[in-house]
């Protein structure tokens, strides 16, 4: 029909209303659209479902036998409640009052209709801000939000008086407290002052963060100074990182790095690969270069040198080769050597026999202080307790007579 093309118009009609055509528009202005909608009242009894209609409908008798305390209704929906009841917006029922999770809505007072709270809310004044909590939340009070928390955010304290929890808002400038007049700890640019209060770090000038009155933390732009206080360069024997005055090495004067100098004191010598700076002697395998002042590395192997070719001491494992003075390898498993071909000391669990490293004596030798010892002739049976050399000794004899017996009795088995 030509007024079902009405449909597509959104007229802005409440459910009490209907889309009101005015008759003396031609039918083809009603099939192109070109109608401006108005609303009409729907009469007793009658309910637009959507208030986009043009039709009210009336099925009143059928809602209400569900909704004995409605008043206006629609299908199996309640729109509006009898006088003494109050509509639930979101559950379209009537109650006897906006209980727990609802609010009385101002703006459609007349209809006694109960705005739905926000889901974390227990209580509410409107849709937005809260009143009271659950069990398991606490109550922002300035802002009317529940939080599930056991402990307050910052900015915040819980108040023990009251029963439902909630928490107020601390003074300016704190971060937590204890109570309304007692800061625990301060917001940044602030520090913890006497009797609980946050003061400014304004007295250091450009700090960020601070201690106290004269202890800086972190500097806004320029560095934070060995003596807490804000300044574009580091003094000397320290260099910026991040913001902050670290100091060099030890004895170091100028440094870009916090292991590794570029220039050291002028009683010091600064060392040639590790960049580190000593003074009076240089370290093991390093020998001072007077005229750079600077410790050099000696040549491969060498302990102690006077130049980057003559060595005076090899390290360990090496030996100092006579004429060369250089370092060469001792031979296998030896510590200390003056020789390659004679070892004065072996690695450990090897002992020293004939000049050699072995890990374990010969026959009829024994291992005693880290060398193989000659065992006697003969030694009185059985062996003392306690005389090692002896049991070693007697044991390594009886191997080697049970040895040629056994080698005896093969042969003349064989013959």
């Known amino acids: 029909s030509v007024f079902g093309k009405l449909t597509i118009l959104k007229a802005k009609c409440t459910n009490f209303q209907c889309v ?29 479902v959507d208030g986009n209609n043009y039709y009210c409908e009336y099925d009143m008798a059928v809602c209400l036998s569900k909704h004995p305390n409605c008043k206006v209704c629609a ?41 739905k709270c926000q889901p974390d809310c227990k209580t ?3 849709g937005t801000k809260c009143t009271s909590c659950p069990e398991n939340a606490l109550l922002l009070e300035d ?3 529940c939080v599930t928390a056991t402990e307050c955010p910052s900015g915040y304290y819980k108040d ?57 933390t972190e ?12 300044k574009k360069d580091c003094p000397e024997a320290y260099f910026a990182k991040d913001k902050v005055c670290t100091a ?75 004429g060369t003075m250089k370092c060469d390898m001792c031979m296998a498993n030896c510590m200390m050597c003056a020789a390659k071909e004679k070892c004065d000391k072996c690695k450990d669990n090897y002992f020293m026999s004939d000049g050699k490293c072995v890990d374990m004596c010969p026959e009829k030798y024994f291992e005693k202080e880290g060398k193989c010892e000659k065992c006697k002739d003969t030694y009185n049976t059985p062996c003392k307790q306690g005389d090692t050399e002896c049991k070693v000794c007697m044991n390594k004899s009886g191997t080697l007579k049970v040895l040629v017996v056994a080698v005896v009795f093969v042969l003349m088995i064989a013959f």
Request: aromatic share 4%; charged share 30%; hydrophobic share 25%.
């Open 20 to 48: 009101d055509v005015t008759p003396n528009v031609s039918p083809a202005a009603k099939m192109a659209g070109e109608v401006t909608p108005k609303c009409k009242a729907c009469p007793n009894n009658f309910l637009s």
């Open 75 to 115: 299908v199996d929906k309640c729109y509006q409640c009898k006088d003494d009841k109050y509509l639930k917006e979101d559950l379209f029922e009537c109650f006897d009052a906006c209980d727990d999770g609802y609010f009385k809505d101002t703006i459609n007072e007349n209809n006694h209709t109960c705005g």
């Open 124 to 126: 509410c004044t409107d």
């Open 143 to 145: 802002t009317g939000k």
């Open 160 to 216: 023990t008086v009251t029963a439902t929890r909630k928490k107020s808002k601390t003074g300016s400038n704190c971060l937590t407290c204890e109570s309304d007049t007692k800061c625990l700890s301060c917001i940044d640019g602030f520090y913890l002052a006497d009797e609980g209060k946050c003061s400014a770090c304004n007295t250091v000038a450009g700090c960020g963060k601070c201690k106290s009155a004269t202890e800086c």
């Open 219 to 230: 500097c806004t732009t320029d560095n934070l100074q060995p003596d807490k206080t804000c």
């Open 248 to 322: 060099c090495v030890d004895d170091c004067k100028t440094c870009t790095e916090e292991r590794k100098c570029a220039v050291c004191k002028e009683d010091a010598l600064i060392v040639e690969d590790t960049k580190k700076c000593v003074k009076g002697n240089c370290p093991d395998m390093y020998f001072k270069d007077g005229a750079e002042k600077m410790c050099k590395r000696c040549t491969g192997g060498c302990k102690v040198c006077s130049n980057a070719t003559d060595c005076q001491e090899c390290v360990a494992l090496k030996m100092l080769e006579e």
